[in-house]
Every structure is written in structure tokens, then in C-alpha cells.
């Protein structure tokens, strides 16, 4: 059995408000999709979902673009929860979806294409390591940038 076979592959597509996840197995055949919010609280939803297409012995990948902004809080939710989480850099998965001859966009086309870069790209694609310090800096920049706006008004 080749390594990839004991795998399901879960691309998010990461928003603001909501993330979508499609379900892939090792043969690019979709298995399912969820469309679940973005607040910690709701991805207990996600692994349970996922649970489902889990046969014995198959571990889930999950692939996300953005784990320093608004996949964030779900990559650190999945590596806490010890799942294997995988970065897709957002370049990757644009020019899988731009590889159609009809090229659609919707975020559940977005989170297939994730999902066949995670699968594709598998051995190559870095572990997912949201940097604290990142994002610790960017809500301070925003901050400021708020309270300077305030002031100027």
C-alpha cells in the first residue's frame, strides 16, 4: 500500500467569519465538504465531520493557507488536538485552480484545490508553525493604527 493511501486530505479555505473544509481521498475523488465558523468553539464540528470519512488506520492531513491570520486560531486548535497540519502556500493553490480549463471561484473550489495541493505536495509542503510573536504584532500595529486614526479625527 503506498504511503499516500493511508491519508485523507482536508483543505480549508480560510475567511474572516467562516472556514470551508473539503474532504479528498488519495485518488482525488471528494468524499464531503463542511462550512463551519471561525471561533474555536466551532471546530470541534470539523474533526468530528472528518471523523466520519475515517477508515481504520487512515490518519487526516489537514492543508491551510493562512495559519498566521485567519487560520490562526485553527492551526493551533488541530496541532493541540494533535493533528498533522500542513502550510499550502496560497501561490500553489491559485495556480491549481488557474490549471482548469474553466476556472471557477467559490470557496469550496478553493478548498479542493487545497486539498489536491496537500495531496500532490505532500512530502515538500512544511509543517504548520503559527508564529505567536507574528500575530502579537500585527494586533499591535493594528492598535496603533486604530488609536492614531482616533486621534487625527
Not at 500500500?1 to 475523488?29: P, S
Not at 489537514?62 to 493541540?80: I, K, P
Not at 508564529?131 to 492598535?143: A, F, N
Request: with cysteine; aromatic share 10%; glycine share 6%.
Amino acid at each position: 500500500m503506498h504511503y499516500k493511501q493511508k491519508h485523507i486530505y482536508i483543505g480549508v479555505d480560510l475567511h474572516k467569519k467562516t472556514h470551508t473544509a473539503v474532504v479528498i481521498n488519495c485518488w482525488n475523488e471528494k468524499l464531503g465538504e463542511i462550512t463551519f465558523e471561525n471561533k474555536p468553539a466551532a471546530f470541534d464540528e470539523l474533526i468530528t465531520y472528518v471523523k466520519q470519512f475515517k477508515s481504520r488506520g487512515m490518519t487526516p492531513v489537514y492543508g491551510l493557507e493562512d495559519v498566521g491570520g485567519y487560520g490562526r486560531s485553527l492551526a493551533v486548535y488541530l496541532l493541540e488536538n494533535k493533528q498533522q497540519v500542513k502550510e499550502v502556500n496560497s501561490a500553489l493553490s491559485y495556480a491549481e485552480r488557474q490549471s482548469y480549463p474553466t476556472t471557477q471561484k467559490s470557496d469550496s473550489w478553493d478548498a479542493e484545490c487545497v486539498a489536491r495541493i496537500l495531496l500532490n505536495k505532500l512530502d515538500i509542503l512544511p509543517e504548520a508553525n503559527p508564529q505567536d510573536v507574528y500575530w502579537t504584532i500585527g494586533q499591535l500595529v493594528t492598535r496603533r493604527n486604530g488609536l492614531v486614526k482616533g486621534l487625527i479625527s
